[in-house]
């Protein structure tokens, strides 16, 4: 077997010089999210669409997806991600959730520009299932005591649909941060920093008693990426092992879920949320494979941590597993020329989500 040349990027002296930029960096991103986390309360409206995980492969590595840059869908785990996607792309996913109890879907394209810009899109659904309508407490309390009519049978009156739709379209840039090298290395130590912006609009509907009730949201997510290029690989041309470090933080406005038509101007505050994470990847074919290893915290109603491991044989078949928390997630894809099939199973509280399934093409 042919040894391959690799230049190490990281003397002594560099390799302590980039931790102390990447402690610096990931300790702001942190102070500054606990901040905007404790100025948030814990009400939201039901079923979020921002807790309902896209993207096939993430799903697979247990929501980990955060320090991830893969394809399109990335955009929803971080704004940045989609910044190191230098192809355009077209994207479709469809999922069965919960023993087939929902419905899940989302569409997405990325547009490389200019001067390491890019722009991507991405439409996400989700569609429960008939969800049972119990008969409801008429009256004041008072009454239902004197009148038995008036008290609940736990009986059934029937069923009603949820139906959520959100629209994000994202914006994000590489900088290229200098590091400082001796004169006798001729490469440069590849160092780059992604800020991304996520624009979302979001509607649901629901039709208890067959009345229809809609809510409408616009917010925004902000996120950050740093890559950090430990070695290069002169034949092959490549970076062979890389670090990702990511963070993002959604509905970051504040604004809240306006019920239209409501008797009382109902409306729901929608929270801030965090998600932080790191992933090594390593394209050295060790064991036969090149490894993605990746872990993630996430912020919102608790702290909950995920962590995902991918394995990648022949340049082509890939094979997942992960935990999101408590849930056991695995998957699989497979790669040809500029096509991608991938799919996941989960093992879900509420029940198993037997199929999630996406094609990605990229030209």
Request: net charge negative; aromatic share 12%; proline share 4%.
């Amino acid at each position: 077997m042919q040894k391959k040349n690799y230049i190490c990027f990281v003397s002594r002296f560099e390799m302590r010089y980039c931790i102390r930029i990447l402690q610096s960096c990931f300790l702001s991103i942190i102070t500054f999210g606990s901040i905007a986390f404790c100025q948030t309360t814990i009400l939201r409206y039901a079923v979020e669409l921002d807790q309902v995980p896209a993207s096939c492969r993430i799903a697979a590595l247990g929501d980990a997806g955060v320090a991830v840059p893969f394809d399109a869908v990335s955009v929803f785990w971080n704004p940045a991600a989609h910044s190191f996607v230098d192809k355009y792309e077209i994207s479709g996913e469809y999922a069965r959730l919960y023993g087939d109890l929902s419905t899940h879907g989302c569409a997405a394209v990325n547009i490389p520009l200019q001067e390491q810009m890019s722009v991507a899109a991405m439409y996400v659904r989700f569609q429960s299932g008939a969800i049972s309508q119990w008969d409801s407490l008429p009256g004041t309390e008072a009454e239902r005591l004197n009148n038995p009519s008036m008290r609940a049978d736990g009986s059934n009156n029937g069923y009603f649909y949820n139906d959520q739709n959100m629209v994000t379209l994202s914006l994000a840039k590489v900088f290229s941060v200098p590091i400082p090298r001796p004169e006798t290395y001729n490469y440069p130590l590849p160092m780059d920093l992604s800020a991304g912006i996520n624009f979302k609009e979001f509607w649901q509907t629901l039709n208890p008693s067959g009345k229809v009730r809609m809510g409408m949201n616009v917010n925004c997510d902000a996120g950050l990426m740093l890559r950090v290029s430990l070695d290069y690989d002169l034949q092959a041309k490549q970076v062979d092992r890389e670090v990702y470090i990511g963070a993002t933080v959604k509905d970051i406005l504040g604004t809240e879920v306006v019920w239209l038509h409501s008797p009382d101007n109902y409306q729901e505050t929608v929270d801030l949320s965090q998600y932080y994470g790191i992933a090594y990847i390593d394209k050295t074919h060790l064991l036969g494979a090149n490894w993605l290893v990746t872990i993630a915290m996430e912020r919102s109603y608790e702290t909950t941590y995920h962590c995902g491991i991918e394995a990648q044989v022949f340049n082509m078949v890939a094979l997942r597993l992960g935990v999101s928390e408590n849930v056991f997630t695995c998957g699989a894809g497979i790669t040809y020329k500029n096509y991608s099939l991938d799919y996941a199973f989960r093992f879900d509280d509420v029940d198993y989500s037997p199929i999630r399934i996406s094609l990605k093409v990229s030209f």
